[in-house]
C-alpha cells in the first residue's frame, strides 16, 4: 500500500493472426479485488512503451468503458509470421489499501481498421 510500481512495468503482447490491420481496445471489466476489498480500476495504467508512474502523461488509465490503445497498430500479416506488439502496464496501490492478493478482468478486443491504400 501507499506505492506505484514506478518505471517496473508489467507486460502483455498482443497479437494479430488475422487478415487485416487491427488495433486494440481495453476495458476493465472488473475492479481488483480481494473479498470486500478493491483497488480502483484507474489505478492501473498503460501505454505502449516503458513508463514511470509518476509520469501519468505517458500511460492512460484503465477504465470501465472501451478504449481503443492510442499509437498501437498491427499490421496485416504478410507471411505466416503473426505481428505482435506490446502493451506495458504499472498499478498504484493508495494508502490504507490492505495487502494480499488481488484479482479482476481486463478485456481486449480487436478492432479492424479500414485504413487508406
Known amino acids: 500500500a501507499s506505492s506505484t510500481s514506478g518505471s517496473t512495468n508489467q507486460l ?3 497479437t494479430n493472426a488475422g487478415n487485416s490491420t487491427t488495433t486494440v481496445r481495453i476495458t ?7 473479498g470486500a476489498d478493491s483497488i480502483a ?8 512503451s516503458s513508463f514511470d508512474f509518476a509520469n501519468a502523461v505517458s500511460s492512460t488509465a484503465l477504465t470501465a468503458s472501451a478504449v481503443t490503445v492510442t499509437g498501437l497498430t498491427l499490421t496485416t500479416p504478410t507471411s505466416t509470421t503473426n505481428v ?4 506495458y502496464w504499472g498499478l498504484e496501490v493508495l494508502a490504507g489499501t490492505v495487502t494480499g492478493t488481488y484479482s479482476g478482468v481486463t478485456t481486449f478486443t480487436s478492432l479492424y481498421l479500414d485504413l487508406p491504400n
Open 28 to 34: 476493465g471489466t472488473q475492479t481488483l479485488t480481494k
Open 12 to 14: 502483455t503482447t498482443s
Open 84 to 87: 505482435s506488439r506490446i502493451i
Open 41 to 48: 480500476t484507474s489505478s492501473q495504467r498503460y501505454a505502449t
